[in-house]
């Protein structure tokens, strides 16, 4: 047991979905994992264990934001032995191309700070995807049919935008999306050997304003988690 997760040992997996919202992390458990049982609800932060295709998975919930994420990953990497951590997010798509819907794979996430930032001082770390779940994602994403778009990210401090001027130059730099907690779950990946990648839905268009409501945030977004588990053991 840690501070924010009740779990007892042994009963977190090795491999981890990540969602944001804890309730997409109890949807997913009960859609797509056998015997699911809840492993955590620690200041209701749900994480469930159980099964898919035969392998052992735990679904659990971090919250919005870097911050959030960082205490669940660093629990569950250190004290649980997870190696293997998947983000399944939601995220705002930036260029036209990138529809409502679809998925993106972050090869690599810029930020503006992040909780580890004072760790690299002067030094603007990138952040990488695992290459071998990026490439297994995107072979599991096109094999399924779902408009899949790989590339890099914004993870952002706010949700609420109040630069406008920044994200022109993200647009204009390529990039794909924004969401809040992908780069600091690659970069605590990388300072402890484990592997991560984040597998995001498009929820919101942010140059054409299109929006999805909250439940479908929480319960339609099947295909990315299918794409999540096929690419941990695939
Ligand atoms: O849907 P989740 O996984 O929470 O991800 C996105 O949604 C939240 C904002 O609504 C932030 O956490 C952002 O990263
Ligand atoms: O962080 C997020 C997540 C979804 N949509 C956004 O615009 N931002």
Same mark, same amino acid.
């Given at each position: 047991m840690?501070v924010h997760?009740?779990?007892r040992p +042994?009963?977190?997996?090795?491999? !981890?979905?990540l969602?944001? =919202?804890?309730?997409?992390a109890?949807w997913?458990?009960?859609?797509?994992l056998?015997d699911? &049982?809840l492993?955590?609800e620690?200041r209701?932060?749900l994480? #469930?264990?159980?099964?898919?295709?035969?392998h052992?998975?735990t679904?659990?919930?971090?919250?919005?934001?870097?911050?959030?994420?960082?205490? #669940?990953?660093?629990?569950?990497?250190?004290?649980?032995?997870a190696?293997?951590?998947?983000? !399944?997010?939601s995220?705002?798509?930036?260029p036209?191309? &990138?529809?409502v819907? =679809?998925?993106? %794979?972050?090869?690599?996430?810029?930020?503006t700070g992040?909780?580890?930032?004072?760790?690299?001082?002067? %030094?603007?770390?990138?952040?990488? /995807? *695992?290459?071998?779940?990026l490439?297994k $994602? #995107?072979? $599991?994403a096109?094999?399924?049919?779902?408009? !899949?778009h790989v590339?890099?990210?914004?993870?952002?401090?706010?949700?609420y935008?109040?630069r406008?001027?920044?994200?022109g130059q993200?647009?204009?730099h390529?990039? %794909?999306? !924004?969401?809040m907690e992908?780069?600091?779950?690659?970069?605590?990946?990388?300072?402890?050997? /484990?592997? $991560? %990648?984040? &597998?995001?839905? &498009?929820?919101?268009?942010?140059?054409t +304003?299109?929006?999805?409501?909250s *439940?479908?945030?929480?319960?339609s977004? +099947?295909?990315m988690?299918?794409?999540?588990?096929?690419a941990?053991?695939?």
């Amino acid at each position: 047991m840690t501070v924010h997760i009740a779990a007892r040992p +042994g009963e977190i997996a090795e491999t !981890v979905l990540l969602p944001g =919202d804890p309730y997409r992390a109890r949807w997913a458990a009960r859609t797509f994992l056998t015997d699911a &049982v809840l492993v955590n609800e620690v200041r209701g932060m749900l994480g #469930y264990t159980g099964s898919w295709r035969g392998h052992r998975v735990t679904i659990h919930g971090t919250g919005m934001g870097m911050p959030s994420l960082s205490i #669940y990953a660093n629990e569950l990497i250190r004290d649980y032995g997870a190696r293997t951590l998947i983000r !399944v997010g939601s995220a705002g798509a930036l260029p036209e191309h &990138v529809k409502v819907r =679809d998925v993106i %794979l972050a090869q690599t996430c810029s930020t503006t700070g992040s909780p580890s930032r004072t760790l690299f001082k002067e %030094l603007n770390f990138a952040p990488c /995807a *695992d290459f071998g779940l990026l490439s297994k $994602a #995107y072979a $599991a994403a096109t094999a399924k049919g779902t408009p !899949v778009h790989v590339g890099g990210i914004f993870s952002s401090d706010t949700f609420y935008d109040e630069r406008p001027d920044l994200t022109g130059q993200l647009l204009r730099h390529g990039c %794909l999306g !924004v969401e809040m907690e992908a780069a600091e779950l690659y970069m605590l990946a990388a300072r402890h050997g /484990a592997r $991560a %990648l984040a &597998v995001l839905t &498009v929820s919101d268009h942010i140059t054409t +304003g299109e929006a999805l409501p909250s *439940d479908q945030r929480e319960t339609s977004f +099947g295909a990315m988690i299918e794409i999540a588990l096929e690419a941990a053991f695939a």
